[in-house]
């Protein structure tokens, strides 16, 4: 009894230790950026603590560096009520207006002497509030109405910057109860990381890195929330008693305390250096890790901020200068149709260039025609255009005030502008669609298409030379391709007869690509480069494809019944039939081998990454999900571990989801698996 008593003060003693270190580390690798120690040294620190709390669970505390993913997803989130609400600040556009500002607190002060400002980075991300109590935190919430706010304490654990508790021991004691107000961040690096891996599973991205942040403090799940990249700067603290007399002292503070201070921070005398300061950022912002929007401006003196007090939304004491916006107006000149592959035409602003963050736009997407007529865009209008992330510059609205009554409303022509054919919109599609089969600027994106790199590779096939020889009518589908002949080459304009023969072997070498970029080429809806691949490594040749029932089709792993329809509606058509028996006569590649099917597994989506599923699986067993991994190349793996990839999450997952989640490995929910396979299958 008694040698159990001393292991556990021993283990008691270790723990705090450890504790303490793990602390010290997580500030200096988060708050200071100053590692002291390698990631290997880290982890074995955090093992030992792990294996300590499981021998002694009941030395576990909330406030172990152990716990900052913990809990079970939430069905929603309790209200808390700010004690202080958290108010927001009135933005400022211009220097008149800070003047003004300025003017407003000397009156308030009764003074007319310089006032003292704190000049802040006005992060741009969400605001929370942190409460801690005996130094310990007890409550993350978010800003809400400014009255209340969403107790998201456990999403907030996860970032690591965030002290679950206040280390230092030089601060009063009344410190360790206070309030401090921040704002959560995504860094602009891991915003793109983020996207680019929401990208390849096929999940929607987000507009900007505030979006970002803010989904991810929406998420119910803390361990989700854990693999998102979030940070904290705090830029605000409320205490009983023992704070600084300033705002800038008070930062400093909570920089010795541990927390993670808005940086760059500066004191100006007199408002003409605080728009001094607005100027220089203006510039500055881009060169800084994470977005901002503009600067805060706050009276220094918490004695001056009292006596000013502040209205019912805003304090009049701060101000928020903000930078103009990452929005542009130009002049649309016109809107311009693109006709797709599949005769989907797609209206285009073309618009007056205009230099929008750093390049110049002169293009910006329209989406489609209710689009259009739901912004009311004419031809002719002052637009205003936006770059959000990393998406193509869309028009947000029109400026409507300065019309001239000169613009010219768009219409969705009947007519196919590039061949004049009927243009139909489908029933529940917002496309409009050219039904002309033999409409030119169909035909040249199908051509483009089939020459393609992952089609037939025909690099010497390029768009102008595409157009001329359609525009000729020499090419109406690929089979025309190879009926090609060096004379009538020759005769086009800016061919010289070594590039004829360029292109008349390129057209002799893509014969022999495998049967899979066949596939691909012919351009049949819904399918992609890794859904051509399993349907050649299924059907073997392009007969059998082209005979197979739906149902047939469907047994492909990867094939649903949208694609099955698809692929039936193509080969069932005539004029696909009569292209095929000219390419087949051409002499393409029509079966494969079993064995290049299986060489080209190297190649799948997936190669040589390695898989482990724990829990059940709603849309498919588990033998199925692992012959899905299989087939794109990817390995099942036997045990969790740091060489595997991926951890695929079923329902009520066993331990290994934990051990998981402790070595920080990628998880995926089945929802998220299946987009990825998806969209490696070429489905999406
Ligand atoms: S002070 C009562 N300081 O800007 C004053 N706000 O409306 C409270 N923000 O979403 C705000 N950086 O979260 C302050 N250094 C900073 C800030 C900052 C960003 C955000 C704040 C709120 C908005 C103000």
């Known amino acids: 009894m008694s040698g159990e008593k001393l ?5 008691k003693e270790q723990i705090d230790r450890l504790r303490q270190e793990i602390r010290h580390h997580d500030w200096c690798y988060y708050v200071a950026n100053e590692p002291e120690i390698s990631d290997q040294e880290y982890d074995r620190l955090m093992e030992q603590l792990l294996a300590l709390e499981e021998r002694f669970p009941e030395l576990i505390t909330a406030d172990s560096p152990t716990r900052r993913v913990a809990g079970e997803p939430l069905s929603g989130f309790p209200v808390v009520e700010h004690k202080v609400s958290m108010l927001s600040l009135a933005n400022t556009y211009s220097w008149q207006e800070l003047l003004e500002f300025d003017r407003r607190v000397q009156r308030g002060l009764n003074t007319s002497a310089q006032i003292e400002y704190a000049v802040e980075l006005k992060v741009d991300g969400v605001a929370v509030s942190l409460r801690y109590e005996q130094g310990r935190l007890v409550q993350g919430s978010t800003r809400g109405d400014g009255l209340y706010g969403d107790d998201i304490t456990a999403n907030l654990k996860t970032i690591k910057s965030i002290p679950l508790t206040i280390f230092s021991s030089q601060i009063p004691l009344s410190m360790h109860s206070l309030e401090v107000r921040g704002e959560v961040f995504m860094t602009r690096e ?18 900007n890195p505030r979006n970002a942040t803010a989904g991810s403090l929406k998420l119910l799940d803390p361990r989700l929330v854990a693999k998102r990249p979030l940070d904290i700067f705090l830029y605000a603290c409320l205490a009983e008693q023992d704070l600084p007399e300033t705002q800038s002292e008070a930062m400093d503070l909570l920089e010795r305390m541990g927390f993670k201070v808005t940086p760059h921070r500066r004191v100006c005398l007199g408002i003409q250096a605080v728009i001094d300061c607005c100027q220089e950022w203006e510039d500055r912002r881009e060169a800084l890790p994470f977005e901002i929007d503009g600067l805060v401006i706050k009276v220094n003196s918490f004695v001056q ?7 019912a939304k805003n304090p009049r004491w701060a101000i928020s200068y903000k930078f103009p916006g990452r929005q542009a107006t130009t002049r649309l000149l016109d809107i311009q149709l693109q006709v797709g592959r599949t005769g989907t035409i797609t209206p285009v602003a073309i618009l007056e260039p205009v230099a929008l963050s750093g390049s110049v736009i002169s293009r910006a997407t329209l989406h489609n025609a209710d689009e259009i007529n739901r912004k009311d865009i004419r031809i002719g209008d002052r637009v205003i255009i936006e770059k959000g992330g990393e998406v193509i510059p869309k028009v947000v609205k029109v400026v409507t005030s300065v019309r001239t009554g000169q613009e010219r409303q768009f219409q969705m022509p009947s007519l196919c502008p590039a061949c004049g054919g009927a243009v139909i919109r489908e029933e529940e599609e917002a496309a409009y669609r050219c039904q002309n089969l033999d409409c030119s600027a169909q035909i040249e994106r199908i051509i483009q298409h089939f020459a393609s790199r992952n089609a037939m590779d025909i690099e010497e096939l390029g768009p ?4 001329q020889l359609v525009a000729g009518g020499r090419v109406k589908n690929p089979a025309d391709l190879y009926d090609l002949r060096l004379e009538e080459l020759k005769a086009l304009e800016r061919m010289a007869e070594k590039s004829a023969q360029n292109l008349l072997s390129a057209l002799e070498k893509s014969k022999r690509r495998p049967l899979s970029a066949l596939i691909f080429a012919l351009g049949i809806r819904h399918v992609g480069v890794v859904a051509a691949e399993n349907l050649a490594r299924y059907f073997r040749s392009l007969d059998a494809l082209g005979a197979a029932s739906r149902e047939e089709l469907e047994k492909v792993s990867g094939v649903g019944p949208v694609m099955a329809e698809s692929i039936e509606k193509f080969f069932r058509a005539e004029r696909n039939r009569q292209v095929l028996n000219r390419l087949r006569q051409a002499g393409l590649v029509w079966t494969e081998e079993a064995d290049t099917a299986e060489r080209r597994k190297e190649d799948g989506g997936l190669a040589g990454q390695r898989f482990i599923f724990t829990g059940t699986l709603r849309s498919f067993t588990r033998a199925q999900a692992e012959e899905m991994v299989k087939s794109l190349g990817g390995i099942i793996g036997s045990a969790v571990g740091k060489s595997i990839d991926f951890v695929v999450v079923g329902e009520q997952p ?26 490696l299958q070429g489905n999406i």
């Open 190 to 207: 891991n915003f793109a990381r983020v996207n680019q891996a929401r990208e390849r599973a096929g999940e929607p991205l987000f507009a």
């Open 305 to 311: 901020q009292r006596q000013l007090g502040e209205t």
């Open 7 to 11: 292991d556990r003060d021993v283990a």
């Open 464 to 467: 102008a030379l595409i157009r």
């Open 654 to 679: 066993g331990s290994k989801f934990q051990k998981a989640c402790d070595l920080g490995l990628k998880i995926l929910k089945e929802d998220e698996f299946r987009l990825m396979i998806e969209r």
